[in-house]
């Protein structure tokens, strides 16, 4: 899913002079002022909460597929995480501040972000997905040509149509979160909404899945969710790839699919 390097990198500076609003279980405490090292170290991980069923808030509780994957990785590598509500817009620079040390946020590998990040091995398999309303159904690219499209800003679903209607078209409707986007298409404001298929799927089911009508356009390639860190920081990343085989190896990374209802 998730999300367009440049664009974020412009808006990160002026989003972290705003202030994090912070959740999660433990200290509050950033990668900055832990300072601490082996076993006592506790890794900040950003994510943006606003993207169910991998990461949204419950009361004050941050929880989702990538919470789950993320913490039985940290279990079998032996290292501890803690996460943090972080706004889309600015959330890889936080890594490069040393103000989060992992982004767990349904990021996309692409090879724009490797130029400026690492990542950790693939972890979920995704595609972009069109959603429109019934009896006004758009199920291909091809369709959304001169059709207004509500996308979230800086997503590979914003990609997409950007390649298709140009950057600076009218017809694209960009919003901070994709929750916005398709309740942008439920009240009528577009024709379409494009995003990713796990959470354009968990949107429709639990706001009226008959009113919606969802489609893959054979040209959307496959992409592969990765947790995020500063780039060069490769023991993190060791540790967190050698996590994630474990829980590949001993069926928990099933267990965590199955659990929300996405195949192997």
Request: some cysteine; overall charge neutral; hydrophobic content about 35%.
């Amino acid at each position: 899913m998730k999300k367009n390097w440049k664009t974020l990198m412009l808006m990160g500076t002026m989003v972290l002079g705003m202030g994090l609003f912070t959740a999660g279980c433990g200290s509050t405490s950033t990668s900055s002022d832990a300072g601490k090292t082996g076993a006592d170290k506790v890794y900040v991980v950003g994510t943006d909460a606003s993207y169910a069923p991998f990461e949204s808030m419950n009361g004050e509780k941050i929880e989702g597929f990538d919470m789950d994957v993320l913490s039985a990785a940290a279990d079998a590598g032996g290292f501890k995480v803690q996460f943090q509500n972080t706004p889309w817009d600015g959330i890889f620079l936080t890594l490069k501040n040393n103000d989060r040390d992992i982004v767990a946020s349904a990021v996309t590998i692409t090879d724009d972000r490797k130029k400026e990040l690492d990542f950790s091995d693939p972890y979920f398999e995704a595609t972009q997905m069109i959603v429109s309303k019934k009896g006004a159904e758009l199920k291909t690219l091809a369709e959304l040509k001169d059709k207004k499209i509500a996308v979230q800003n800086g997503t590979t679903g914003d990609d997409v149509v950007t390649k298709m209607l140009g950057k600076d078209s009218p017809n694209i409707k960009r919003f901070e979160n994709m929750p916005l986007a398709l309740l942008e298409l439920k009240n009528g404001g577009v024709d379409a909404a494009v995003g990713d298929n796990g959470v354009v799927l968990e949107y429709t089911k639990n706001n009226g899945a008959g009113d919606f009508v969802t489609a893959v356009d054979s040209s959307f390639e496959k992409e592969y969710y990765g947790f995020a860190v500063k780039k060069g920081n490769t023991d993190l990343q060791t540790k967190i790839n050698d996590g994630l085989k474990k829980i590949k190896a001993n069926g928990k990374l099933d267990e965590i699919n199955a659990k929300y209802g996405f195949k192997k």
